[in-house]
């Protein structure tokens, strides 16, 4: 519940809640753990404001800073040795 609350209030103080679409991306840690990303899917959810869709990274890949580092040298300006 206190991570959705300091979530709700980064979100606040720095305007994303003013967004249309605002969305919370989670990774590492204790989001490996199913049990804990479905509570704080729930904490999330009954919040009152702001509103926002929750992502978890393990949710979308196993190793997803892999991939983001492989993307971005692909689309990377950076000459390859």
């Known amino acids: 519940l206190a991570l959705a609350h300091a979530t709700a209030g980064v979100m606040i103080r720095y305007g ?37 869709q929750v992502v978890f990274t393990r949710d979308l890949s196993e190793n997803v ?3 983001g580092a492989a993307i971005l040298a692909g689309y990377s300006d950076a000459p390859t040795p």
């Open 16 to 52: 994303f809640a003013d967004s249309d679409r605002t969305v919370a991306v989670f990774h590492g840690g204790n989001f490996e753990i199913e049990k804990y990303r479905d509570e704080v899917k729930r904490n999330m959810a009954r919040l009152t404001r702001p509103r926002s």
């Open 65 to 67: 800073c892999l991939d």
